[in-house]
């Protein structure tokens, strides 16, 4: 069955410091993965380079990156990979309070198995008001209500947001359900990786997709490669 991630990379540093695109693709390969939703990823020439095209590079895969930051050629952001058919329907930013880090979502259509997928990556911020916002403009119709955005369909992302949040309780409100939810195991934290105690990195899944199974890798590798453990769901498409 296909398999999906969603994996906050800190700018490919290690909980070591050091800064390893490679690493992290090394981790991302071992999840073999079809569908990848990176946050926290940088193109900066002549310090950090282009961290997402050396992950994509690695796993020989196509890479739409949104830069929700940019800074006199320092660009950061999300990105979503795959080595699968797929065109990008829409990379923006969602709403921002006051002059707090801006974010964004990339909403990219795959092929998985003859049918076309929408996905949508996002990061949501750290304020639990702008977290509502940005998770109500998710549910509106420039994304998962846009005509264009048909089952199948799967969100994903570093949400910033425990089960106990107001922008987790208004997502469930809507048409997508929360993949780890679904399986009848209790679900397993991502952040942060040396005592994963928090679950704020989500998989959700619309009505056309179905859930066989989540897991958090906690290999060596991917105990150091970020701050964050990669979330994968194996998932199957109507």
């Known amino acids: 069955m296909p398999r999906i991630v969603t994996y906050n990379v800190r700018r490919c540093v290690g909980l070591d410091r050091g800064q390893s695109p490679e690493r992290i693709a090394r981790v991302l390969r071992a999840c073999k993965a079809d569908v990848i939703g990176l946050q926290e990823i940088d193109i900066m020439p002549g310090r950090t380079g282009d961290q997402v095209g050396a992950v994509a590079r690695a796993l020989g895969m196509e890479h739409h990156f949104f830069p929700a930051l940019r800074l006199a050629g320092y660009r950061y952001g999300i990105a979503l990979l795959t080595d699968r058919p797929c065109r990008l329907v829409k990379a923006a930013h969602l709403p921002r309070a006051g002059k707090l880090e801006p974010r964004g979502a990339v909403w990219a259509a795959v092929e998985i198995d003859g049918v076309e997928v ?35 369909r799967i969100l994903i992302g570093d949400l910033n947001a425990t089960p106990l949040s107001r922008a987790y309780k208004r997502l469930a409100q809507g048409p997508m359900r929360d993949a780890q939810a679904l399986l009848p195991r209790p679900p397993q934290c991502t952040y942060p990786n040396a005592l994963p105690v928090l679950r704020i990195d989500h998989v959700w899944v619309g009505e056309g997709v179905s859930v066989a199974d989540a897991r958090v890798p906690r290999d060596p590798l991917a105990r150091v490669a970020s701050d964050h453990l990669p979330l994968v769901v194996e998932f199957g498409v109507a």
């Open 118 to 152: 929408q996905v949508i990556n996002t990061h949501l911020g750290l304020g639990g008001r702008e977290r509502l916002a940005q998770a109500e403009a998710l549910l509106g119709p420039d994304w998962l209500g846009h005509p264009e955005c048909r089952e199948p």
